[in-house]
């Protein structure tokens, strides 16, 4: 053979997804991206996003679990885990004795936490405290308009949804910096403490009351929030109340090729999964899709995937079918959704770019996450690998392999080591991301496009 057909024949030739993509395919992605866009803008919490899933579930006939039901072929459940994560299943024709195929991605993101005082006027502005959540480069936080959203739980036990920031006729909030003509000695600090924790305070407001007090403004915001959410101020200590990016999600470039949104890591994915759960014929083996919380700070808590819900609710459906919940888990497979960071030529040094997604080269696998010696990595193996592989190849499925950042730069995980540990067979795969993490993050249409039909894929396998 000549060298060109030995090339062709014996070396990868990764190509870009563009040229891989029908007129029809094309079309497709678009209408998709439009969908994913819409539920953005509804959902940019965890709670958000468990209460579209729940809303978009119901339309489609799934029903809430309960204790005893029945889990029969074509049988759709979910599982509200306290309105901050949902497990929803699809249940197969065939035995949970087999195993399921999982689809878990997470739906927190990083943001701002209100600290549980938050109210308080200093030189006669009223601010929120907050506590940062998650991996955030402080810096990035301040000088963008806010939005608050969450929930208030009132004393007698009533708890009311708060948004503020995103209609708009509606304020917005802003965290303020320092102006650079002042800014010697700020400019002479690390990044990390450019902008410290305590600094991150959101203006609410600086009209006072008329009268005496040095605590006009922040009795003012605070009859504002009475007169709309009857709130006293003894109630944020009973609240969950966030400080995210205000603003809709936008389409990015001249061709429109991006998104630009708050929170794509991971409701990217989590979008996918929920679609691709929607739309998909009826499965083999029972598909179930994961929306966890808490995953930006360990997932632990009783909504992060370390959760025992997710025993509760595989365990009942095991036990409607007389399955061990053990046994089933051995034979499942989980696709750990999550997202990866896409190559930035604007940062190289950053990255080994033999071995990095990059943007438009479609669902990228990511063998395994962890920092320095993989600690921490749910490193998955070569026949985990190759299961994934040609699930993706015998459904068209565009990926590519992905590694968290150059060998010592840095590192992070997923929920996968998670599943894994439940002794179920996982991989990490999802959308490549760039700015991960920052107020907006932009992906790729055609990888988001690409991760929903990976989802479908999974499932069906
Ligand atoms: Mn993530
Ligand atoms: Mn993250």
């Known amino acids: 053979m000549t060298p060109d057909e030995l090339r062709e024949n014996l070396l990868m030739a990764p190509k870009n997804g563009f040229a891989r993509l ?5 079309a ?12 953005m803008d509804q959902a940019k919490t965890e709670r958000e996003a468990t209460d579209w899933a729940v809303r978009e579930a119901e339309k489609r006939g799934f029903k809430p679990f309960a204790v005893g039901m029945t889990a029969k072929p074509g049988d759709k459940i979910y599982y509200n885990n306290r309105g901050k994560s949902i497990a929803l299943a699809v ?12 689809c878990a991605a997470h739906v927190d993101s990083p943001r701002m936490d209100l600290k549980p005082n938050p109210l308080y006027e200093d030189s006669e502005i009223a601010y929120f405290k907050t506590h940062y959540y998650g991996g955030i480069k402080k810096y990035q936080w301040v000088t963008i308009p806010l939005a608050i959203h969450g929930v208030v739980c009132r004393k007698d036990g009533s708890c009311v949804t708060v948004t503020i920031g995103e209609d708009e006729n509606d304020p917005v909030l802003m965290v ?75 389409e990015v470039g001249l061709d429109r090729s991006l998104i630009g949104a708050y929170g794509h890591d991971d ?25 966890a919380d808490k995953e930006e700070i360990g997932s632990v808590g009783i909504s992060g995937m370390q959760s025992h819900f997710f025993e509760h609710f595989m365990g009942t459906l095991c036990a409607a079918q007389g399955v061990n919940l053990e046994d089933c888990f051995a034979a499942s497979f989980c696709l750990s959704a999550d997202v990866s960071n896409a190559f930035d030529p604007n940062f190289p040094d950053t990255c080994d770019k033999r071995n990095n997604s990059a943007l438009n080269y479609g669902v990228s696998i990511c063998k395994y996450t962890g920092s320095r010696g993989k600690g921490g990595a749910s490193d998955a193996s070569a026949e985990a690998m190759s299961h994934i592989r040609q699930t993706f190849d015998g459904n068209g499925v565009i990926w590519q392999l992905a590694t968290l950042g150059k060998v010592d730069q840095g590192g992070g995980g997923t929920v996968a080591a998670y599943m894994a540990n439940r002794n179920i067979v996982t991989v ?30 999974v499932y069906l396998a």
């Open 22 to 26: 029908s007129a029809g395919e094309r």
């Open 28 to 39: 497709e992605m678009e209408a998709y991206c439009k969908r994913y866009m819409a539920f």
């Open 91 to 102: 249940i197969g024709t065939e035995s949970l004795a087999g195993g399921a195929n999982i």
């Open 176 to 250: 303020s910096d320092l102006l650079i003509h002042l800014s010697a000695d700020q400019m002479q600090k690390t990044a990390a403490k450019v902008i410290a924790g305590e600094q991150l305070n959101v203006i609410l407001g600086t009209e006072p009351l008329e009268g005496e007090g040095s605590d006009m403004v922040k009795l003012n915001m605070m009859k504002l929030l009475n007169e709309k959410y009857g709130l006293i101020e003894a109630d944020f200590q009973t609240a969950e109340l966030v400080v995210v990016p205000a603003g809709r999600c936008r």
């Open 267 to 291: 409701r990217v994915c989590a979008y996918a999964e929920l679609e691709a759960l929607f739309t998909m014929p009826q499965p083999a083996k029972t598909a179930v899709c994961i929306l």
């Open 428 to 457: 990490d795969a999802g959308v490549p991301v760039l700015s991960m993490h920052a107020p907006v993050e932009l992906v790729s249409k055609l990888d988001c496009y690409e991760t929903m039909l990976a989802c479908k894929a």
